[in-house]
């Protein structure tokens, strides 16, 4: 009981320097239970609304389910009749027929689409019972004829649309026009669509296809008949010559689930960062603690003076990081709480509107956010507990701090000499490996080794990186820029723990930025050697995955060009090879001019032969695993169509636009495969006559301008796309990485403020010998600057050490062109010595302020 009220007096008596710390706690756990609260209701909301959504019992086709029929733009469907072969299944109330696509476009008055700009999907389907369980109608009414269509709430109000507007929906069999005659509201969340509702007809004619089929048939249950009874009966009543997909509520909400990809992706990622902010805030919380035990160094030797064991001092410090550790996890799991509404709302500005009143939190949420935050603290504190239990009696009566160890200051940098030389090693190993398994897994040790490496030689690099930037940054301050370089070097280990918090963030900042410049200068090279078209046309979203029949004869009267290149995917082909085996490999039918368009480089044979009718090409790692060589005959089933072909051509494995992909002509695949599921062009390329580039890129753009969903990109444009969406993704990666930098900077400024509690005799002397409180904040300025680059550098170094490394293990890839983006890395430099400006505002201040008197009377 002495111990814990000792250790309790402690914590409260030194609350103050315990906040820096516990905002490190309270961080990362909010940053943890946000993530799990977050996608626990993102759960939540869409089991909710699948449940809604999904019939007791659902028929889809089997091959697709329900899914676009490999490009052809049109879903798969059943029959109409199956609704009325289904009408008598015993234990079933109702059956109608579910008729939806999302291989569609749809385009205001203005030619604007109104499709959702995240990448969410336009649905177009008739409107029925399932509907009226999650959606309500608050204008108008549902589609009653082939010219009406109903809006949901959510895109009507985001493109203005109201009852009355007409609306021109693009889709591959065809293009309509009708007018808005009803808004719905979705009464439990809107998954991020647009939704639009047409009469039944009209969607089987215009959009599926044909009169006389659905993409689905619901079956609705009677009272007290369970959804898998009604599954067996139904399973019974369809004929046993089809083939269909039958599953229950629960399954049907399941599988769409499963489809939503990016809920786990999400939780994962957020996770990882959250993670690497925990990291961080070890670095924050070791240094604190090892701070608090040297000013208390006298304290503690008195209290074994007086009888305490070292057992019982280690123990008092690991009680103030328990009080710590709960306390910080208790708040921040209330602020994680908070953190995922907040997310919630920002997902409400994307389009996705997530309800409050769906908020989840679970038990495991508070459990893993206090287990966390704890565990977190007590490990972080646990050397300094050891170290202030070894702390003798008579050394801790002198009047000085803790003293350095300095057998185990050589032990921890040997040990860390021997991690960063094993780090290099690996990160060289990662570099100049030839297969991406056994690189990667030499990358991940790599920077695993050098991590920690660096962190233990943190204090022996600030002994010699803080006098190399004092030349530089703090002599020519005089005086005050001496003492600032003291300060920073008066206890390596403190200024190597500080700058290495720092150091992790800016590591990933720089490694990614690397790797992202690297990319985005690979593609524009191989895009420079690979591509001679002129222009690339592609299409944007679901409704723009494939160009509608009418899209491409549009595009193929322009004028001003020389010809256009038609690019479609049969994914996945069978192939029989000679002896007889059978294997599965993407596929492309093109145009001949494919050839001239994409300078495809070639192992063996010729392209333009390939592309001639019976023939086609292969890859060369395919090659070469089933023994083929130009002039054996292989036979490519497609759709249930097979022909067989004379393999003329193979492609080098060196790398190409589209690599591992069998190459033949349209006109071969058209040959053999049902028309019915002839794919649409995935992208078509056009090149411009001579001298009339311009003319042709104009001419393509007003061609193009019904059809908004088709983008017309010269070679400029499509570089510029690439670098602009690798930005992107590279800025939320910053942003998330973000979280790790503030614990960092919280560091930083912790730190300041105890050496100032620690130095504060020292200071008081200082200004009774006639330093002013301006100099006394610029000297506190300079060391936080100092100490912010320090960091920066092992960060910047480090990080381009993994960069590059990464770059070349993705040689194997393709990420042929190593980039540094110097002007990145620069900017990088000069916002750590702004983070280290930002982060002694509050301890100069407070140093400036200090009595004198009192200062020097102190303790």
Request: overall charge negative.
């Amino acid at each position: 009981m002495t111990v814990l009220r000792t250790s309790l007096r402690n914590f409260f008596a030194h609350k103050g320097r315990m906040v820096l710390s516990g905002f490190a706690v309270v961080l990362s756990v909010a940053f943890v239970c946000g993530t799990l609260v977050f996608t626990d209701t993102m759960n939540t909301t869409f089991d909710k609304l699948l449940g809604d959504t999904a019939a007791n019992v659902t028929v889809t086709p089997e091959q697709e389910e329900g899914g676009e029929q490999s490009g052809t733009g049109v879903p798969a469907t059943v029959p109409a009749s199956l609704v009325k072969d289904l009408s008598g299944v015993q234990g079933a109330e109702s059956v109608f027929g579910l008729a939806s696509t999302m291989a569609v476009t749809v385009v205001d008055a203005d030619n604007e689409s109104i499709s959702p700009d995240t990448g969410a999907p336009t649905v177009a389907s008739n409107w029925t019972e399932l509907d009226k369980r999650s959606m309500a109608v608050t204008e108008g009414h549902p589609p009653r004829g082939p010219t009406e269509v109903m809006v949901d709430a959510d895109t009507a109000k985001k493109h203005g649309i109201a009852v009355g507007d007409r609306l021109r929906t693009i889709a591959a069999p065809g293009d309509f026009r009708s007018k808005v005659v009803g808004i719905a509201k979705f009464e439990s969340t809107n998954p991020g669509a647009a939704v639009l509702f047409y009469d039944t007809a009209t969607v089987q004619r215009q959009l599926l296809g044909g009169q006389g089929v659905f993409t689905g048939v619901a079956v609705l249950s009677a009272d007290g008949v369970t959804d898998g009874l009604l599954k067996r009966n139904v399973s019974e009543a369809l004929a046993s010559g089809e083939v269909y997909t039958v599953r229950t509520q629960a399954e049907t909400a399941e599988a769409e689930k499963s489809d939503l990809g990016f809920l786990d992706v999400t939780k994962y990622a957020l996770l990882g960062f959250a993670g690497i902010a925990v990291l961080v805030g070890i670095f924050l919380i070791v240094n604190t603690f090892s701070m608090l035990v040297a000013q208390r160094t006298r304290e503690l030797g008195l209290m074994r003076a007086i009888g305490s064991s070292r057992r019982q001092v280690n123990r008092s410090v690991l009680i103030e990081a328990l009080l710590l550790g709960v306390l910080g996890s208790a708040v921040g799991v209330v602020a994680g709480v908070g953190l995922a509404i907040g997310l919630m709302k920002l997902m409400g500005m994307a389009g996705m509107n997530l309800s409050t009143g769906d908020l989840t939190v679970t038990w495991v949420t508070p459990v893993v956010g206090v287990a966390l935050g704890v565990l977190v603290t007590l490990v972080s504190a646990y050397l300094p507990a050891r170290r202030a239990g070894r702390i003798s009696p008579m050394a801790a009566l002198r009047d000085v701090g803790m003293p350095m160890e300095a057998r185990a200051s050589r032990l921890r940098a040997g040990f860390g000499g021997l991690l960063t030389a094993a780090g290099a090693a690996g990160l060289v190993a990662a570099a100049a490996s030839g297969d991406a398994g056994e690189g990667s897994l030499y990358l991940a040790l790599g920077i695993f080794f050098s991590l920690v490496g660096f962190v233990l030689v943190g204090p022996l690099l600030a002994s010699l990186v803080v006098r190399v930037l004092s030349v530089v940054v703090l002599r020519v301050w005089g005086p005050v820029g001496r003492l600032a370089e003291r300060n920073a070097l008066r206890n390596p280990r403190r200024t190597g723990a500080t700058g290495a918090a720092l150091m992790i963030g800016l590591a990933l900042v720089a490694a990614l930025s690397v790797v992202g410049s690297s990319l985005v200068a690979s593609a524009t090279d191989e895009l420079d050697r690979t591509v001679g078209a002129d222009f690339i046309v592609e299409g944007q979203g679901f409704g723009g995955a494939t160009f509608t029949p009418a899209a491409t004869e549009r595009l193929r009267g322009t004028p001003h060009l020389e010809h256009v290149t038609e690019y479609r995917a049969l994914d996945p082909v069978e192939i029989t090879l000679p002896d007889g085996r059978k294997v599965d490999h993407d596929a492309s039918a093109v145009s001949p001019s494919y050839a001239e368009d994409v300078r495809t480089k070639m192992a063996d044979g010729d392209m333009a032969e390939a592309f001639a009718e019976g023939g086609v090409a292969v890859d060369e790692p395919f090659a070469d695993k089933h023994g083929l060589s130009v002039g054996d005959r292989i036979t490519v089933t497609y759709a249930g169509a097979g022909e067989e072909l004379t393999v003329r051509g193979i492609t080098s494995e060196e790398a190409n636009l589209d690599s591992g992909v069998a190459f033949m002509g349209i006109s071969t695949a058209e040959s053999f495969v049902p028309k019915d599921r002839m794919p649409l062009n995935m992208m078509l390329l056009a090149k411009a006559k001579d001298g009339e580039a311009d003319e042709a890129y104009a001419a393509l753009k007003g061609a193009m301008k019904e059809y908004p969903q088709y983008t017309v990109r010269d070679q400029a444009d499509f570089k510029a796309l690439l670098k602009d969406q690798v930005g992107q993704l590279l800025n939320m990666v910053y942003g998330l990485l973000a979280l790790a930098i503030i614990v960092a900077i919280l560091g930083v400024v912790n730190t300041l403020a105890l050496s100032v509690v620690e130095r504060t005799r020292e200071i008081g002397l200082m200004r009774a010998i006639g330093l002013s409180r301006r100099q006394l904040r610029r000297m506190i300025r300079l060391e936080s600057v100092v100490i912010a680059l320090f960091g920066a550098l092992l960060g910047i170094g480090l990080g381009m050490a993994w960069g590059v490394a990464a770059q070349k293990l993705l040689v194997l890839e393709g990420l042929q062109v190593l980039d540094v983006p110097w002007p990145t890395i620069g900017t990088v430099f000069l916002g750590a010595a702004l983070v280290g400006l930002v982060a002694a505002l509050v301890p100069a201040f407070r140093a400036g302020r200090m009595n004198v008197l009192n200062a020097i009377a102190t303790d």
